[in-house]
C-alpha cells in the first residue's frame, strides 16, 4: 500500500510540473507545445487513476492489518491536496484557452471588418477617379 501512495505522490508531482508547461504554452499562444503536454499528461492521468484505484483496492482487502506508516498517512493526505490544487489549476486552464480563443476570434472579426472596409473604400476610390468626373485645370 505504501508503494502505491509513493506512485501515486510521483505522478501528481509529474502532472503539476505538466501543468505548469500547460500553463505557459496556453499563455504563449504555442498550440503545437500545448497539443504536446496534453498528450504526456493523459498517459500520466490514466497512470493516476490506475494507482487510485490500486489503492482504494488495497484498503478494501487490508482489513485489520497494520496501518500504513505516519510518514505514508501524511504523504497520501499531501496527494489529496496535490489533486485539490490540480483540478483547481485544471479549472483556470481551461478558462484562459477559452477567453484566448475568443480573444482571437474577436480579432479575426475586427481583421475582417477592416478588410471589408478597405477594400469598400479601394473600389470607391477607384470608381472616383475612372467615372469621368474630374475637374479641367488647363485653363
Known sequence: M??????????????LELTVQQEAAISEG????????LSQ?????EQLVQASEQLKNERTERGDSPPVSD????????????H????????????????NRDDVASQLQQN?????????YDQTNRGASSGGST?????
Open 71 to 82: 510518514e505514508h498517512r501524511q504523504r497520501n493526505a499531501k496527494c489529496d491536496e496535490m
Open 2 to 15: 505504501e508503494a502505491t501512495i509513493d506512485r501515486r505522490f510521483a505522478l501528481l508531482e509529474l502532472l
Open 41 to 45: 499528461k493523459q498517459r500520466a492521468v
Open 135 to 139: 475637374l479641367d485645370l488647363s485653363q
Open 30 to 37: 504555442h498550440m503545437n507545445e500545448l497539443m504536446r503536454v
Open 84 to 99: 485539490r490544487e490540480l483540478m483547481a489549476r485544471e479549472q483556470a486552464s481551461e478558462k484562459m484557452l477559452s477567453d
Open 112 to 120: 475582417d471588418g477592416a478588410k471589408r472596409a478597405a477594400k469598400g
